[in-house]
């Protein structure tokens, strides 16, 4: 963890610790422990992460834009303050609508 961008005990915006790469996505990890982790993405419009699976359930939160995310063939279509339980084992995949950012956190178990 980069304590430069995430320092503990000092209050910050997630959509603020993450900029837009044009035609691209951004990750920046926030925590990463045993138990899990957390991640911010920032998506440009139009990019993707193609179906997969995780061993994990996962949480998506959108903080800004909007995206449709994926789950078992099941799209959803997100926007700010919305959120999402992707399950274990079920194909899963997010697709940018428009730009967007997104805080993923993973749970181990």
Known sequence: MDTTIFEPGTAFRFDA???YS????VSKKVLQKETGN???F???????LSEHTAPFDA???VLEGEAEIIIGG???ILSANM??????GIPHAVNAISPFKMLLTMIRS
């Open 22 to 25: 044009n035609g691209g996505i």
């Open 59 to 61: 949480l998506v939160q």
């Open 83 to 88: 959120s999402i339980i992707m399950p274990a």
């Open 17 to 19: 610790k993450v900029e």
């Open 38 to 40: 957390v991640t911010l």
């Open 42 to 48: 920032a998506f440009d419009h139009d990019q993707k």
């Open 74 to 76: 099941n799209p959803t």
